[in-house]
């Protein structure tokens, strides 16, 4: 069974960083995507960062420029390097792994989730 950790939330300033990090039991190439989710009460979860195992990595419009998602494959982590944080950067921190089947179906992996708080 696969798991997903997530690690490295916690309350910062506004204008300050924090480093996302997301860990797996199973290497993170045979992830065809991994990626970065955000929720907060009364809202649905939204994308925030993807990285396929081929292409281009994508961003969300309310942090590009800002956030930086990476496959570190010596740790075999996914981390998000979050700069210039603002307040509407609060939420819950979801890391998610998508692998395709050999069948062409995809399965999905989700962790607990960790807090991020910018606040003054």
């Known amino acids: 069974q696969v798991q997903v950790v997530e690690s490295g939330g916690g309350l910062v300033q506004p204008g300050g960083s924090l480093r996302l990090s997301c860990a797996v039991n199973a290497s993170i190439f045979s992830f065809n995507v991994m990626a970065w989710y955000r929720q907060v009460p009364g809202n649905q979860r939204e994308l925030v960062a993807s990285?396929?195992?081929?292409?281009?990595?994508k961003y969300s419009d309310s942090v590009q420029g800002r956030f930086t998602i990476s496959r570190e494959f010596a740790k075999n982590t996914v981390d998000l390097q979050m700069n210039s944080l603002k307040p509407e950067d609060t939420g819950v921190y979801y890391c998610?792994?998508?692998?395709?089947?050999?069948?062409?179906?995809?399965?999905?992996?989700w962790g607990q989730g960790t807090q991020v708080t910018v606040s003054s």
């Open positions: 990285a396929p195992r081929w292409g281009s990595r």
């Open positions: 998610n792994a998508e692998r395709m089947l050999p069948s062409g179906s995809k399965e999905d992996y």
